[in-house]
């Protein structure tokens, strides 16, 4: 299946991302949460009541919305939308941070006419500051009135560091009368240290189908993506992957290929935005896929890959473009993980520059160089022991990166 | 014992440190395998057999020369000296580096006229790249023709990315007839992420002691002082710390209360070089200790101290000068270790910012940010859980490091 679908032939085209599925409209504006005058607040809809699964953060200090959604999405699985800020996380916020949270939507749902419970929150930004609860209520108003089936600023609107809006949909057509879209938007940068930037992604859909295939694909879906790029266990406090299936289409995933197909192409939107987010890595120039093989076994393929991915001198040998292997060898060393040096090869795409722990030869390492010019290549790193394999995309290090992190509050 | 004696009314003031004790000399040269014209290759030797105890590398992916020590100190206790280089770290080299090792020393030991197994190794600089051996042979009739009670430019000779030499050195007095000398040198600096950092100290002194007490109190020492810098589990592929104890003062350390004395003193020295190394993080401007307390238990503490001063959020925060104290919470999160955030109280130094998880005020936010623009402070986050601590040195990330390990090859 994976193969024999090219999802790039359906991917939509215009800017009608998030509310290409049936029955969705966002709105967006600026409420003068973030500095500047920028989009800081965001609200997506369904029409009708749509089903909600989600994936949050494995830190375990989690922000207010973290944690009132996830305690509402244990209650019931049918909401009408959320409310996204930009600008301030709602995090190390305790109590007051999660009352705030009740607020903001009790208030949104009046002005919506809605029942209680109907909408959640997610926020992203500064952590350790009190949202301006105000800020939002004197929002509302326009909020609502711009309201439409376009995703207008909505993916402008979750963004905090990111240099450019993330947003991928897809139309499906399973026979001649039964087509669906499912629209992707994510905002997340700063993936230097990935443990702790802040991912958010809001996927729609229009599709019908079983709740439980719908929480599974997510959950299967995220762990292919978006925790490939952000330390198993090691996420921001505001991490949060929703998905909403309205099922406004009228079609229904009936069969296993069905599923299949609606499966694979998340897995495609979301690896689409998780590549985007670390080549937004803040001041990154390039995206590497580090592919750790031969490992004792896939956790340990894992440790090894994160290890490698996550060194900052890798990352600085990524950014100089010079093929200083040995900081693999050693971040593979300082992992723990079983491997012995005399069985370690490291490729550069097809390129061996290591076999069985030693260095090949100075032409391949000119190649290499060169090649490390270019904006996206894959590191081999197969330690010959076992079957144990895992992948890891990450970014260089540079300049710009220390100066949006040191001067981020101020 | 710590509090009782002021060891810095006993530091050595001149520039002769590791020649301080009895009966040891030192030498160093410049053999070209640096690039420019710098000392890269120092010899350390003792007119008599010494004892040697040594710490090395946690790191899996040991370096030729770490592993040829660690061999060799297995087999015999009693040696003649040391040959350090810097340029090139001799690590993954397999078993071509190893060899070099063996031949690089057999080599000088003829030189000198010693027996074989006399000398002991340690390289540091450039992985990955086999030593360049004539370079060492041909330096050897220099090098030992220098070589004289003095330091020499033995502690130039071991730098790499350092900034400044790092030595300190202490005359004790036992009583009216009996004196004894400690010297240590060190060198290390891109603390910013440690875990890949190579740190190299050279500990001698002509005190007389039990070998098992000299072996023990090297091992205390380093736990408390290099590995508070460097992740545990997690060294570089050459870290090696090594104590020369020759006992050329007729000294011998008797009773319980003499031990300590060198203990402390050992510690006080150590301590001082760990500080150096984390100072000279490369770029970096501040040294600041992380205290975590109040955890589950003491290896909880240390999990969290160390994810605090390895977050680069934290550590571009240092670097801002902006107690964006949020990035503290998130690291103990993404630590995973027990933690309340209605327990948290974080200050720095006497300030209080963080209360029971909740910010204090604003005119104590600025007041931090007053001391923030200091060198050194401490910021101490209480978990308020159990009676677990530990504290760990970090600095702060800046531009210059990227300048540094993004061209360190080139």
Chains 1, 2 share one sequence.
């Not at 900052?312 to 060393?333: F, H």
Request: proline share 2%; net charge positive; hydrophobic share 40%.
């Amino acid at each position: 299946m994976k193969k024999i679908v090219d999802f790039s032939k359906f991917l939509l085209s215009n800017s009608k991302i998030i509310t290409a599925p049936k029955g969705f409209c966002a709105s967006a504006v600026k409420a003068g949460i973030k500095r500047g005058t920028l989009f800081d607040l965001g609200l997506l809809l369904s029409k009708n009541e749509t089903f909600v699964t989600a994936v949050f953060t494995k830190n375990k200090m989690m922000a207010a919305p973290v944690l009132f959604c996830k305690q509402l999405l244990t209650e019931k699985t049918m909401f009408r939308g959320i409310i996204v800020n930009s600008g301030n996380a709602n995090a190390g916020t305790g109590k007051t941070g999660f009352d705030d949270c009740i607020e903001i939507v009790k208030n949104l749902e009046h002005k919506l006419n809605l029942p209680e419970h109907s909408i959640l929150i997610a926020s992203t930004g500064v952590i350790g500051q009190y949202l301006p609860k105000n800020k939002f209520f004197q929002s509302y108003p326009l909020l609502i009135s711009q309201l439409s089936e376009d995703d207008n600023n909505f993916p402008e609107a979750i963004k905090t560091t990111d240099r450019y809006t993330k947003a991928y949909g897809l139309k499906i057509q399973l026979d001649n009368n039964r087509t669906f879209s499912i629209g992707a938007v994510a905002k997340g940068a700063g993936m230097i240290c990935p443990n702790m930037a802040t991912m958010l992604a809001f996927i729609t859909t229009d599709v019908g189908g079983d709740k439980q295939f719908f929480k599974a694909s997510l959950s299967w879906v995220v762990n292919q993506t978006f925790n490939r790029i952000t330390v198993d266990g090691d996420m921001s406090t505001n991490d949060s992957v929703f998905l909403f299936a309205n099922g406004e289409s009228q079609v229904f995933l009936n069969t296993q290929y069905e599923k299949n197909l609606f499966k694979m192409a998340l897995l495609y939107l979301c690896k689409k935005l998780a590549i985007d987010i670390v080549s937004d890595g803040e001041g990154a120039k390039k995206c590497v896929k580090i592919i750790v093989k031969g490992a004792k076994n896939n956790r340990e393929a894992k440790i090894g890959a994160f290890k490698i991915s996550n060194s900052m001198l890798v990352k600085t040998m990524i950014g100089g473009e010079d093929p200083n292997w040995g900081r693999i060898i050693a971040a593979i060393g300082a992992s723990q993980i079983n491997a012995k040096e005399e069985n370690i090869n490291i490729l550069f795409n097809e390129f061996q520059l290591v076999k069985n722990g030693m260095y090949t030869s100075q032409t391949i390492e000119e190649k290499i160089a060169d090649l490390m010019k270019m904006k996206n290549y894959e590191i081999t790193i197969d330690l010959n022991l076992g079957k144990g394999s895992y992948f890891v995309y990450t970014c260089d290090i540079g300049h710009t990166y220390i100066d949006i992190n040191g001067g981020y509050r101020s």
